[in-house]
């Protein structure tokens, strides 16, 4: 367990913040005018898709942040 703080996590936070807007952008704006005629039952899993696909490279960020290693 570390006892001095460190700077990854201030930078990290700020950094997902930045890409999950990016990534929301990019998905309003591209994303959505395709998918936005479908029915809502058929729109549901794409954006349940697509609200889970930021996750997956979540876990090593989060190692990163805390341990200075990608893995």
């Known amino acids: ?6 700077w ?3 930078i990290g936070l700020l950094a997902l913040l930045a890409v999950l807007m990016i ?8 994303v959505a005018p395709l998918i936005g005629g479908w029915h809502a039952l058929i729109q549901t899993p794409v954006y349940i898709l697509l609200g889970i696909v930021w ?16 893995g």
């Open 1 to 6: 367990m570390r006892t001095q703080p460190t």
């Open 8 to 10: 990854r996590i201030p």
């Open 23 to 30: 990534y929301g952008v990019l998905i309003a704006r591209y």
């Open 55 to 70: 996750l997956l490279p979540l876990r090593r960020f989060l190692i990163w942040m805390e341990t200075g290693r990608w």
